[in-house]
Every structure is written in structure tokens, then in C-alpha cells.
T-cell receptor, first 116, second 112 residues
Framework: KQEVTQIPAALSVPEGENLVLNCSFT??????LQWFRQDPGKGLTSLLL?????REQTSGRLNASLDKSSGRSTLYIAASQPGDSATYLC???????????????FGKGTKLSVIP | DGGITQSPKYLFRKEGQNVTLSCEQN?????MYWYRQDPGQGLRLIYY???????QKGDIAEGYSVSREKKESFPLTVTSAQKNPTAFYLC???????????FGPGTRLTVT
């Protein structure tokens, strides 16, 4: 059964710092990996989608990498801002996750606080 | 604007009552999903539907029911059989292939 882990559970950084969020998964047979952002009391906002054949994706100050063989992904945030404060979740889509075929398995997220 | 809407944002019910949560999408997506989110836990899949008139149980379907009569709509009913219904419920949809999954704004259900 696929398991997704995000460490640390919480992270606090000063404004302007570059930072890396980590995501690891146990089964490397994935179709893709998706990073989301969630603000308190809100739904999930999709940030980046990396297909299994890709090594990285970029959007603005965000860069996500994928190393399928080692079961790892990182989300790099450049020049962090207070508005980046949120919980960041990663999810992998696998052939069978227990919940059904082709479903996303989510990590529990990393809560990021960017201090002005 | 294209997107997923969920209503209501907040819902309060007495124990023993069934309640239906609405989810509508105008993204022309075939697949739709319902998740439950509890503090300190990851998202858990309740039900999903790959196509109209078809749906499958997820990890935690007990005490819930769904229907998919229209492509745009995937309502979730929380029945009185659900032992711990108080939670944040999220609806999602996805297009064809292994494309991005999008989420609605969520409904917070409180049962007392």
C-alpha cells in the first residue's frame, strides 16, 4: 500500500529565505505527483503536477522535482513571502492505492509560516 | 469562471439526521471525488465516480452515500449511520488521463 510522508510537519522561516519542502513515498510505481497548497478552512489549490516521466516543473517562484527511483519529491520556494504561509500537501497517483485504482494518496502536509 | 462549487460552506445538524452536501463542477470533468479531512490526518477518500451513473467506494464509505445522475453534479449524503460525521468535506474533479485534480472550497459539517 502506498504511503506518503512529509517532513517536517511544521516549518517557520523568516521572510525572503529560500526553502525546501520534502515528500517521500514508499512505492515508486506512480503515474504522477501533485503539490497542493491549503489555507486554513479552505480547499486545496493545485500548485504543480509532475508526470512520472518528468524530473521537475516550475511555476513562478515554485519548483518541484521528482526522483521516482528514490521515492522523493521536493518543493522549492524561492524568496519566501508572508503570503506563502499555508499548509503544503503532496499526493501521488498510483495504479492501486487501497482506496481504488488510479487514486491520489496524500501526505499529511507541512505547515509553513513565513515571518515578516 | 470554471471551477468547483460546494454548498453550503458551513452546515449544522442534529445527531440522527441525514444531510446532503452539494458539489457542482463546470470543468467538463468526467471524474469526481469526495474526501474527508480531520485535524492531524491526511485526506481520506469516501467515494469517487469515473463517469455518470457509476461510482465506487473509497477507503471510508461506511455511513455515506452518493449519486451521479449528471456529469456536473456529485452530491454526498451523510447518513445517521456515520459514527463521527463532524469533519471538513472536500469535493474534487479531474479530467481525462492522469491530469491535474482540482478541489472545491469545502463544506464544514458539525453534528451535535
Amino acid at each position: 500500500k502506498q504511503e506518503v510522508t512529509q517532513i517536517p510537519a511544521a516549518l517557520s522561516v523568516p521572510e525572503g529565505e529560500n526553502l525546501v519542502l520534502n515528500c517521500s513515498f514508499t512505492d515508486s510505481a506512480i503515474y504522477n505527483l501533485q503539490w497542493f497548497r491549503q489555507d486554513p478552512g479552505k480547499g486545496l489549490t493545485s500548485l504543480l503536477l509532475i508526470q512520472s516521466s518528468q524530473r521537475e516543473q516550475t511555476s513562478g517562484r515554485l519548483n518541484a522535482s521528482l526522483d521516482k527511483s528514490s521515492g522523493r519529491s521536493t518543493l522549492y520556494i524561492a524568496a519566501s513571502q508572508p503570503g506563502d504561509s499555508a499548509t503544503y500537501l503532496c499526493a501521488v497517483r498510483t495504479p492501486y492505492s487501497g482506496a481504488g485504482s488510479y487514486q491520489l494518496t496524500f501526505g499529511k502536509g507541512t505547515k509553513l509560516s513565513v515571518i515578516p | 469562471d470554471g471551477g468547483i462549487t460546494q454548498s453550503p460552506k458551513y452546515l449544522f445538524r442534529k445527531e440522527g439526521q441525514n444531510v446532503t452536501l452539494s458539489c457542482e463542477q463546470n470543468l467538463n470533468h468526467d471524474a469526481m471525488y469526495w474526501y474527508r479531512q480531520d485535524p492531524g490526518q491526511g485526506l481520506r477518500l469516501i467515494y469517487y465516480s469515473q463517469i455518470v451513473n457509476d461510482f465506487q467506494k473509497g477507503d471510508i464509505a461506511e455511513g455515506y452515500s452518493v449519486s451521479r445522475e449528471k456529469k456536473e453534479s456529485f452530491p454526498l449524503t451523510v447518513t445517521s449511520a456515520q459514527k463521527n460525521p463532524t469533519a471538513f468535506y472536500l469535493c474534487a474533479s479531474r479530467g481525462t488521463g492522469f491530469s491535474e485534480q482540482y478541489f472545491g472550497p469545502g463544506t464544514r459539517l458539525t453534528v451535535t
